[in-house]
């Protein structure tokens, strides 16, 4: 009895300890976005728009929101070009992950194995090695300055078949059985890929799709130095990451705050919906490797 | 033992082609007269068989690659030696005529070089395909070729498109840098207004020298910290994110959701925001070190970013706040698998928590994520974002030459040189190196790993 | 295995052949280099021409400047409709990050850039800045302080326009904290004691000069009309580069001292050592305490010295054209961008300080509180010249280590070594 309740006080104390550790996480995890949403009501016109040394706004503004959506910048072109870009990458890179997957999970054929460990190789270059040869790739077919968000949605969906090993051991994973009774049944390679496989990969799917969407939110370096010279090629990155590392933008940090606000509502809303199939995929990746 | 295998699989690639070129050889020796016209003109011989979808595609190859090679490939492939001789000058009146582009040059040279190497595969195909139908009485027909790039042959389908993309968009600009490693491509060698050229291993030797301005001591330093880095970052995160895992499925913590949530937040915000923002947050004059100051705590600012010992570590505690929330995220639903029965006969043993972690909760942690340690220390030696957001590997120091900093990884630093320095050829070189530390451990490390070995067993 | 020799070494052969062929047939068409003849751009008349053709002209400002350039060129084809086939596409493209951009892709760069002068001799390196005569060179050479007209040479080429003399420093402080800004001592005391903070970025190379030009160290290279480094003249490897590097380490002991040289990007300032383009961001932060000075004395080892520094000019650059009718345009247009009164406009609306000597004249100019500290400081500064792409970076890293308190237990010894290190090292890169 005195041991049972003992261990009980034991349990008690430990359920205390780990939620103390646990709010205190919290704390520090939320404590940077709870600071950007606070200073991105600060004004700029009243206040001061660059850094201070508190951090409670004086006086509670959406000014920086209003000038994001005034005009005086090109914000909203800005944002509507990485959605495009965004949508467009989820997409393309679905169908070709999707396709090389599909491929090289159910399909034996020469080279199949030379061209797993080729990319594999590939993968091992450092990505910006390559930056200034597909800049002058993309201006060849005038995919640069103006035309750059066809270009990076080029360049992203491209490049995608290499990032096949997710997709490709989930596809692994359901069963060959399958495949095989349908095509005795006269089923297609194309049909068997088409009505049977991709409907069974709904989780994955919308794993690959959700990570290509949020890629194109942060690409900043790629993106800069394609779109370099014409504001209406920028993406928001590149954008608001000039309000804070050139000196031509004087007291933009709350507009920063703010835009930096309104960008990732939407991508963490839609990622905290589809939380599920993104823990899925990644737990998946994590063990196939 | 490898070296030997590896030698044999030389040998034998090279026999594979001499008996190839010697096939080609019979072929011709034995071939009809339509066998021996589509040697010259492709897919004579399918035409002639009624195979007009075959004949179509190789005359099609061969009229495009003629085309391509006349209009366009030659003229780039014929300075491939020298890069270009002739430069760009004004005339009287200052008007300016473009010479040679060095860069278009390799680069255009490059992939016709590709494009001869693949058009010289699908001639080959063309005339094996040309054996093979010679003397058959039936051949596949229209249709059927048709109807199989859909069943039999659909992965060629499949394949076609995502090839062509990294063919050109991953694999060409590769080889393209390779090339520019042993070129004299910098500032001031600047297409097109400026030549480069060949210059052998110049650039690797620059990169060991330990003279004045030489890369030696600075490469060294960088790759080492590279490395510290990704081990930290990589065994931190896992070690720590797994804690808290644990923490959060521990038995009697409620709102489960709500605490994986909170700290799934930094995955879902994008980098540039999140960690633009927390290196504003450290800086000496940022919100850490005046709240600290603003309560007594410290007298003087905290150089987290300014010396380099501080920021090393600093970035390494980030990290954690980057990175333990993905291992929380894979860890949690793996941690669930352990059997239960274990732990509660590990129990009835007397084994503490420590003890049941080391001996049965870690083997077999590690054993299922053994190749995410490993994607996740080669992502780590490469992370970039991480290091350029937050303080962009600085401090730098007269110690280290060519702009890199004491936080620098390999990656940022060939970025710097890309970007800041337009010193391709350097960047070039310590590309081609990272490429080599990524490959030598990621191949040692997966002959160790038993869970990625048998890629079949999964099925 | 023979055959595949055989039929390798015959494309070669064939290739090489072709090769030869066709380098001999044209090598000697466009190869002027930079011949300078014909003496129709010598001449010091305006070159004109009957038909300038159309087409499009990007320009590169500052984000501040769109507008008003916008404006600009708007009124300059009014006055020149024989030019209005042409249009302006203006990108805000700042000075700090044009120079760049060009040297990426100089083809899809603008044809007239706004730059800071530090990346003159780098884009004239690069082919990116067409060389100005005749008529240009002398409305350059006659129309700027000589300061300028300097800072837009390579060698003895003009390469660029100049558009401000501003792009120097001084001393903006808050009165209520700092009582004199006479003595860097004086003001880290007033900073220290009201738990305030001074700024300056002494890891910047253009900053760090201030201490060491004021002991009387000099950094100096010599370059040839194509922008490569042919002589240098550095003298940090001395008593005086010593007294310098101690004066900086001093300086960032203080806890007051941030490194630094933006407002904006300032907290709890009370002093910043910074230039005119960031006036209104000051006396927004000040207020009523606003003040400027030139920049205040510092004293190592007993002897005091007047920190000096760089005067450096903001430039327009033209890109070498393949076209007569649009590089005339482009021309014209970038000396209607740069003159008197242009700049004197470009002063009212952005406050940029002209270039031009008439601009300068003018009375508003002359009051302004900004360009009056500047205009004090100039007495101790040294125009900037043009320096190899590394000084910066190497300055940096000599800045980094003093914050970094790497030096601060050091010997007058080892910071010489330190020094000489530095100084060979800047040697190293003209040959």
Known sequence: ?289 | MADKKKKGKVTAAFKAIGADIKDIGTTFAQGDWKTRLSFLIMGFGSFTRKQFVRGFAYLGTEVLFILYMVLFGAKYLKDIGTLGTVKGGYDANYVYTYGDNSFLILLYSILSIFIIIAFLFIWRINVRDNRNNQNKLSVPSNKDDLKSLLDERFDKTLLALPMAGVFLFVLLPIVFMICIAFTNYDATHQSPTNLFTWVGFENFKNLVSLKTGGFGHTFGTILTWTLIWAFFATFLNYFLGMAVAILINKKGIKFKKMWRTILVMTIAIPQFISLLYVGKMFAADGLVNTYLMKWGWIKEAIPFWTNPTLARITILFINLWVGIPYVMLITTGLLMNIPEELYESAKIDGANAFQTFRKITLPYMLFVTGPYLLTSFTGNLNNFNIIFLLNQGKPQSLELTGGAGYTDLLVTWLYKMTVNDTNYKMAAVIGIMVFVVTAVISLVVYNILPSVKDEEGFQ | MKKMKKVLSLLLVMAMTFACLTACSKSNNAGNGNDKGGSSTVSTEKPTLADYGSGTIKIWVADAAVEFTQQKCDEFFKANPDMAGYKVEIQPTGEGEAAGNMITDVQAGADIFGFAQDQLARLVAAGALMPLTGYYENFVATSNDAGAVGAAKVGDTVYAFPITSDNGYFLYYDKSVVKDPSTLEGIIADCEAAGKNFYMEINSGWYQTAFFFATGCKLEYTTDDTGAFTGSNITYASKEGVAALKAMINLAKSSSFQNGSSVDKATNLAAIVDGTWDASAAQAAFGDNYACAKLPTFTVDGQTYQFSGFGGFKLLGVKPQTEQGKQLVCLALAEYLSNAETQLARFKALEWGPSNLTAQADEAVKSNPALAALAQQLAFTIPQGNYPGEYWTDATSLGDDVIADKFDNMSDDELMKVLQDFQALEQSYAK
């Open chain 1, 1 to 289: 009895m005195a041991k049972q309740h003992n261990m009980r006080t034991r349990k008690k104390v430990g359920n205390a300890v780990a939620y103390t550790v646990l709010i205190l996480i919290s704390i520090i995890w939320l404590f940077p976005f709870v600071c950007l949403v606070l200073q991105s009501f600060r004004s700029y016109i009243t206040e001061v728009g660059g850094m201070v040394d508190y951090l409670v706004p004086k006086k509670f503004s959406l000014d920086s929101y209003k000038f994001l959506f005034s005009g005086e910048t090109k914000f909203l072109k800005w944002y509507g070009n990485t959605l495009i870009i965004a949508v467009f990458v989820a997409i393309g890179q679905t169908a070709f992950v999707l396709c090389v997957s599909y491929a090289l999970s159910r399909m034996r054929f020469k080279g199949r194995e030379f061209l797993m460990r080729f990319w594999l190789i590939l993968g091992m270059f450092p990505g910006f090695l390559t930056m200034i040869c597909l800049y002058f790739l993309l201006k060849q077919f005038g995919l640069t300055q103006a035309g750059a968000v066809p270009g990076l949605i080029l360049i992203s969906v491209a490049s995608s078949g290499m990032g096949y090993y997710v997709c490709k051991g989930y596809f692994d994973t359901i069963p060959k059985s399958l495949d095989e009774a349908a095509r005795i049944d006269g089923a297609t390679r194309a049909q068997v890929f088409f009505g049977m496989i991709i409907p069974l990969s709904k989780p994955i799917i919308i794993y690959t799709a959700l990570t290509a969407f949020m890629a194109p939110w942060c690409d900043y370096v790629f993106a800069s130095y394609v779109a370099f010279g014409n504001d209406n090629g920028y993406n928001v990155a590149v954008a608001m990451q000039r309000w804070v590392w050139t000196n031509d933008f004087q007291g933009y940090f709350t507009r920063f705050c703010a835009g930096g606000v309104l960008v990732a509502i939407p991508v963490t809303v839609l990622f905290l919906c589809l939380q599920k199939y993104y823990v899925e995929g990644v737990t998946g990746g994590a063990v196939k490797g």
